[in-house]
């Protein structure tokens, strides 16, 4: 049996300063990484440039980021620090004394999480009302809307496919969505059936599609591109192959195009029930 001192480490007594020696490790990594998060991830996070509100999300993304890069940071080095530092020693027993509390660690825990949770409330609310619309479904009655002209156009979520509805050229149901480039289109998603989810993902749109509900979503396109649409709600069976390729045209393309498709279609849209924001569900249609 050894003596009784071998029990206290070699250590206790000339302990560095861990809380300045862990804050200033914390605050040059932040002050490195978080800059660089910026320049470097930022332009490359989704969705995109492909339009207004998809520029805005990759905005806002960045923003969260940028947030999110010290606190993330704080967690992955206070666990190295402490695993290195926090250690017990080799063939120590004994442990420090009970931490019961520390006013000024939790008053600063408290104080920093409520800044950063009302700060990013704070500017989710202002970036809203800046003027260009959500392009994620805000219901039938958005609290924030664009200024301006706007081409309503209707999303229909149907198993297993998306028609869209231009009320302003007759109401025409077209298979496939084409879009006027630099114009503010008002898209009012709804369904036939079940809910679906329209996802235009290079446009940041994404709205779900519920029966009976008039969901809208705005989008003001920002180059001549094609995108990809999805169906982003388990649906049934064919839920996988509910997806298309959208097209964002120059406007004098877009004319003739929904010009073709109000001739090509006029058959069809006799028979249509006239536009409406929803639409009586009718399974039997599609035969259940
Ligand atoms: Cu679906």
Redo the contacts with the bound molecule.
């Keep these: 049996m050894s003596s009784s001192e071998s029990a206290v480490p070699p250590e206790v007594g000339r302990e560095p300063n861990h809380a300045r020696r862990f804050g200033l490790t914390w605050l040059i990594a932040s002050l490195i990484a978080t800059p660089l998060v910026i320049l470097l991830l930022g332009p490359i996070l989704p969705p995109g440039n492909g339009s207004e509100q998809a520029s805005g999300q990759v905005t806002d993304n960045t923003v969260l980021l940028a947030m999110a890069t010290p606190v993330l940071l704080l967690v992955v080095i206070y666990l190295i620090y402490a695993v290195i530092y926090f250690r017990q020693p080799k063939g120590a027993a004994l442990e420090g004394p009970a931490v019961r509390g520390d006013a000024r660690v939790q008053t600063t825990w408290i104080v920093v999480t409520s800044v950063l949770v009302l700060s990013l409330a704070g500017y989710g609310t202002w970036r809203l009302f800046e003027g260009n619309g959500a392009g994620s479904g805000s219901g039938p009655n958005p609290v924030a809307t664009p200024s301006g002209p706007k081409l309503p156009v209707q999303v229909i979520?149907q198993?297993?496919a998306f028609t869209y509805r231009y009320p302003t050229y007759g109401g025409v149901e077209t298979p496939h969505l084409w879009l006027p480039n630099n114009q503010t289109v008002e898209l009012h998603v709804t369904s036939l059936d079940?809910i679906?989810?329209f996802w235009a993902i290079q446009l940041g749109v994404k709205a779900d599609?519920n029966p009976q509900v008039d969901n809208i979503a705005f989008v003001k396109p920002t180059g001549v591109k094609t995108f990809e649409i999805r169906?982003a709600?388990?649906?049934?069976i064919w839920?996988g192959e509910?997806f298309d390729t959208g097209h964002v045209v120059p406007p004098l393309v877009f004319s003739r195009w929904i010009s073709e498709q109000v001739t090509k279609f006029a058959p069809a849209t006799k028979n249509l029930p006239p536009y409406s924001t929803t639409y009586q569900p009718e399974p039997a249609r599609r035969g259940g």
Excluded: K, R, S
């Design positions: 979520a198993q297993w079940v679906h989810d599609a169906c709600e388990l649906c049934g839920h509910m």
